[in-house]
Structures are given as C-alpha cells and as structure tokens.
C-alpha cells in the first residue's frame, strides 16, 4: 500500500554545516580521530609490534577500513555475529577475541573461514570439539588462540601444562590451526595513576611471558601473543611479550579513557553525542534531547566539550538529559546544538544507527554502525 506518512529525513547529509545535524546523533570528528590513528600506528610500527584494534569498540566498517588503511594487520571482534559487516565490508583478517557460547555459533564462523583469514579463543576442550566438527563439515581452517588468564579472573586457563592439555585436545584436528595465545587484563585498563597502570600491566605481560617461556621449554612456539587495550598499551608495546596489540577507544577517547594519568603515548577526543536545547521552562536548568537512550552511563557521567564552560550534564533520564548552569552563566538558549564527551565509547556507539563523520565545520560522511546490537 502506498505510505501516506513521509519518512523521517536523514540526521544529516554531506556537505551540510555540523550545527545542523538533527539530534541526538553520534559525531566522529575525523582530524582528531586521524591522528589517533596515526599516533597508534606510529608506536605499534616503531615497537614491531602489530596492531590489530578492537572493532567491539565502534562496530563501524568504515572506522575499521580506515585503520586497516594504515597499517592495522586485521581487527578484532568480540562477538561471532559482530565479524559479519567487517567481513562482508572486506576486513580480511578478523580475530574472534573471545570464546564462543554455544557450538551452533562454530558454524557460521567455520564458513566464512572458507574466504577470509579468522582466529578464535579457546579455554576448554568441548569448544575445540566443536571446532573442530564445524570445520570439518565446512571444509574451511580457523586459527586458534588459547586465552590465558594473567589477572583479570575472567576467562583463560592459568598455566603452561593446561595449554599443553589443550594443544594434545587439538593436535588430531590439524585445520584448527593454532596461533598462540591470548593475554588479555582488563581490569588494569582503568588505574588512575600511570605509575600504577605500568606497574600492573608489566606485571601482568610477565605472568604471559612465563607461559610462553614454559611452553617453548616444552618445545611449543607462540607465533602469535595478543592483547593489551587503551590503558595498558603503551607499555604492552614495550614488554617485549606481545607481538600483536588489540586496543579499541584510543581511536575516540571516551571520558573515562580521558580520566586516566596519560603518558607520551595520548589520544584525543574525536567522538562526541550532539544533543540539543530543548527546553528552558523551568528558568535554572536546561533540558537535553540525549539521555540513557543515546549514551551509556556505566563509566559515569558524560562531559560537555569543549571542556571548561559553565554547562554541565547531571542527570540522564530515558530521553533527558539535565544540564546545570554556573551561577551568574547565562542559560544556552533553546535549540543549542551541545558536544557530549561519551562516559563509554562501546556500549554507546551500540545505540547508534550511524556515525556522522565531519571535519572542521561540515559533515564529510555517514558511516553505517553495521554491527550495532550484534551480540551473538
Ligand atoms: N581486548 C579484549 C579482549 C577486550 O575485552 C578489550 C576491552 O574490553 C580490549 C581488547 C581493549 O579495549 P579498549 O582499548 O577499548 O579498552
Ligand atoms: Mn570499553
């Protein structure tokens, strides 16, 4: 039947001024976002280490691509249906940096091993098993990485003879071809205190490095050891364990990534939520249109940018957000096209359909977040 009821239009087109852009909406500003990418690039090249980014952080083809443009070996995904718009976008190289929930999801993964180079983790013998089935009935090889826990009690077998136990679990399935290992410590990522950070995190790339030592001791080599994220990065690069690093957020700097001691290895903002004024009724407050539904508050509160003005965000409701003046600082009239500092890149690039990428004062391009609320 014909529609009656016109579509919504676009949140933006290219060419058109930033101030308007229909909101609340995700901006990429892409000479900041460039040069992260530059900077991370230049310390991966400089260390020989690889760079393989976390694409759980945007979920976005064309951020991926432009990595990729620059030198990034592959992404990682975290998610078996996250890999799918990067593969079909042409990333030819994805790591599954994660274990796989179910055997049904070895399937898909094990055909699309059939046409792009793909690598999953591993921490027990049953997600081998199924593996190792998928890719026998698909006729594909898949790469494996044994995920070591090396502090973060999350996932990960503890030492060297389990990765052994695991390695003889594998040997009769030689298309499960294995790589190394992953060592992954979340939970240093955040340490205020760069001192602390660097303390922690060589700690941690230590504990790895014992276990590769133990298992070439035992005539195993790991070609391959990944991890490390934005807040443990610059000193993964220089441990010496890793040869390949999986950092997301450095490319955006969300505000809790901000909130870190940086060191020389620093990173911009380049992500912002645009939200509007869009009422100033109550005379002391102003009300704007992005709440919980256009960013994620687990990390905290987001910011207003440029930082230093008299506006601060104190409150998000559903679709709310509350904005508090400083005394004797006028009211932004309704309207007012506001930045936002995301409190967390990830989950909050998850509520966006797409990314408005501009430079300077324009909009340059709308990237699709293909693999938003892919979390199979
Ligand atoms: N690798 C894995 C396995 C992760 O879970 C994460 C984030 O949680 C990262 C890397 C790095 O992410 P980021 O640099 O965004 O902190
Ligand atoms: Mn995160």
Known sequence: MHDRFAPFPPAATPGALLATVDTPALLLDLDAFERNLDRMQAAADAAGVQLRPHAKAHKCPAVAL???????????????????????????????????????????????????????????????????????????????????????GRCGVVDAPAVLRLLERLAPHPQLVFRGLQAYQGGLQHLRLRAERRDQALRAAER??????AL?????????????????????????????????????????????????????????????VMSTAAGTQAVVDAGLKSLTLECGLPVTWPAGGALRYTQANDEHGLIAVETGAPLPPLGRLLRLVPGHCDPTF????????????????????????HSR
């Open 66 to 152: 432009a990595q990729l443009a620059r030198g990034a070996m592959g992404v990682c995904c975290q998610k078996a249906s996250e890999a799918l718009p990067f593969l079909r976008a042409g990333v030819g190289d994805v790591h599954i940096s994660n274990e796989l929930a179910a055997p049904a999801k070895a399937g898909p993964v094990a055909q699309w091993a059939r046409h792009a180079r793909l690598s999953v983790c591993v921490d027990d013998a049953l997600q081998i098993e199924a593996l190792a089935a998928a890719t026998r009935e698909a006729g594909s090889a898949l790469g494996v990485l044994i995920e070591i826990d090396i502090g973060q």
């Open 350 to 373: 998850n509520l966006h359909d797409e990314l408005i990428a501009f430079r300077g004062e324009r909009v340059e391009a709308l990237w699709p977040i293909a693999a938003r609320g």
């Open 216 to 276: 070439e001791s035992a005539g195993v080599r790991c070609a391959t050891v990944t991890g490390g994220g934005t807040g443990s990065v610059e000193f993964d690069l220089e441990s010496g364990v890793y040869t390949e690093l999986q950092p997301g957020s450095y490319a955006f700097m969300d505000r809790d990534y901000a909130d870190n001691e940086a060191g020389a290895l620093r990173f911009e903002h380049a992500l912002f939520v645009a939200t509007r």
């Open 208 to 213: 790895a490095g014992r276990v590769v030592s």
